[in-house]
């Protein structure tokens, strides 16, 4: 095994015909949210007047049926089988713990069938998707007209605290003295063997020499 994982893929899974479904996001948050090891739901296959198989599923009474905005979701749904054209799916899986040494990495089975988990019509169903629509249409943001005037502990000042802080820096400095000619240039030197570029600002601080002796 590497520090990325084992580098071998586990096919024993390869022949597992596996279904791709497509829930509505409330339903897969609540099989989300459920519990380990508790069941969501039960499916039931029968066959249709045209001989064809007709899957539906009905939500475990165990679940709590409230949705979006305090709304009863559905509770019973059926399968739309959409079959797979000219396509090649599967589902790989990887050990719990996320990608650390000794991840084992799997092939779980191919996607034989693409279905789309649609709940029946009823007037659960359309209160529910009256719900969602008026919530998506509430603006972010909203404008309130105050009464009152608001109380601000903000008061503007004649002097921040950073100029305070320079000005207080600058009597602590004093006066700059300024260098002889031979001095300034020992010291720019000097500054020049260690870094080869500087901006204006850092030679002033370095020389400690008002900009006229700088330019000099």
Request: proline share 5%.
């Amino acid at each position: 095994m590497s520090e990325k994982g084992d580098t071998e893929l586990d096919l024993s899974g390869a022949k597992n015909d596996l279904w791709l479904v497509k829930v509505p996001k409330y339903l897969a948050e609540k099989w989300i949210n459920t519990r380990e090891g508790c069941p969501v739901g039960k499916l039931r296959l029968s066959k249709g007047a045209q001989g064809k198989t007709e899957v539906t599923y009905t939500m475990e009474e165990s679940i709590q049926h409230v949705g979006p905005a305090g709304k009863s979701i559905p509770t019973q749904y059926s399968f739309r089988m959409q079959g797979i054209v000219s396509q090649s799916l599967a589902v790989f899986s990887t050990s719990v713990g996320g990608p650390k040494a000794g991840e084992k990495r799997s092939l779980e089975g191919g996607i034989v069938q693409k279905i789309d988990c649609r709940p029946k019509i009823n007037n659960n169903y359309m209160q529910l998707k009256r719900a969602q629509r008026i919530e998506a249409c509430k603006p972010v943001r909203t404008t309130i007209q105050i009464k009152s005037p608001v109380n601000t502990v903000y008061k503007p000042v004649s002097i921040t605290r950073e100029e305070r802080e320079d000005t207080k820096r600058k009597k602590v400095e004093g006066k700059k003295i300024r260098m002889s000619r031979e001095e300034l240039e020992a010291k720019l030197y000097e500054a020049f063997e260690k870094h080869q570029y500087y901006s204006f600002k850092d030679l002033q601080s370095i020389t400690n020499q008002p900009s006229v002796s700088v330019y000099v």
